[in-house]
């Protein structure tokens, strides 16, 4: 039983659970209004939408569960956590543009690669700069 409470114990093993609930939620939200509004609003403003839909209702997890932080207010905490998802943000804007117009894959399959590329440098930004104090090392 101690190495299942070690593991859990683990802000790593914390942020993949939490993060592989993130990108669910987040590629759920992208694809409800993807699928309700692609007449009328463009995928990356879908894209755009869903990110900061995410990012408010998962902050509350990182801050919390997984990285144990006390080292800025919920404000200036949340502030930073969404200044790394603009990070995430920026390489779906351009990479959904190259993925969909340029390679010709499908709005949902360019959305799900770029989901799956973005998470190592999220944890390293989110590691080292948004929840850096110490809490969880």
């Known amino acids: 039983m101690s190495t299942v409470s070690k593991v859990a114990g683990d802000h ?3 942020y993949l659970i939490v993060g592989a609930g993130t990108n669910v939620l987040y590629f759920g939200l992208f694809w409800l209004g993807w ?3 692609q007449d009328s609003v463009p995928y990356l403003a879908v894209t755009a939408a869903a990110n900061f839909t995410t990012a408010l209702i998962v902050y509350p997890l990182y801050r919390d569960f997984v990285f144990a932080s ?3 207010g919920w404000i200036r905490g949340f502030a930073k956590f969404y200044t790394v998802y603009l990070f995430g943000l920026g390489c779906s804007l351009l990479g959904m543009p190259l993925l969909i ?5 499908p709005v949902l399959l360019a959305q799900a690669l770029l989901i799956a590329a973005i998470p190592v440098a999220s944890y390293l930004l989110h590691h080292f700069w948004t929840f850096r104090d110490n809490s969880h090392s």
């Open 12 to 14: 790593r093993v914390r």
């Open 35 to 37: 699928h309700f509004l």
């Open 70 to 72: 006390t080292s800025a």
């Open 101 to 105: 117009e340029v390679l010709g894959l």
